[in-house]
């Protein structure tokens, strides 16, 4: 059974900081690009940040470079979302997301099946 559960997220004041985890299970973690994906309430679906099966290499969303980095630890089959300089824009629910494909290939391409966590909110607000 394949499961991707997010855990890390809460009410956090604008400037500060948050690190989201997604401990994944039921598949071979170490071959699969992991991202996360935030959606805010009446907004689209949008892509945080990517990095590829081996941690070799990372993508981010542009209103997240410099504020945000993914990590992984195989070992421990987890992904890390370290979030600084949190903004109230920056309040969604986050989903982590696994992709058979090894290295960052197009998110939206529909031929491949990726598995999907339930999400942790991070509400940003003073």
């Known amino acids: 059974q394949v499961q991707l559960v997010e855990t890390g997220g809460g009410l956090v004041q604008p400037g500060g900081s948050l690190t989201l985890s997604c401990v994944a299970s039921?598949?071979?973690?170490?071959?699969?690009?992991m991202r996360w994906y935030r959606q805010a309430p009446g907004s689209q679906r949008e892509l945080v940040a990517g990095?590829?099966?081996?941690?070799?290499?990372?993508n981010y969303g542009d209103s997240m470079k410099g504020r945000f980095t993914i990590g992984r630890d195989n070992g421990k089959n987890t992904v890390y979302l370290q979030m600084n300089s949190l903004k109230p824009e920056d309040t969604a629910m986050y989903y982590c997301?696994?992709?058979?494909?090894?290295?960052?290939?197009?998110?939206?391409?529909?031929?491949?099946?990726?598995?999907w966590g339930q999400g942790t909110q991070v509400t940003v607000s003073s």
């Open positions: 997301n696994a992709d058979p494909r090894p290295y960052l290939a197009d998110p939206s391409f529909k031929g491949v099946r990726t598995y």
């Open positions: 039921g598949f071979t973690f170490s071959n699969y690009a």
């Open positions: 990095i590829t099966s081996t941690g070799g290499s990372t």
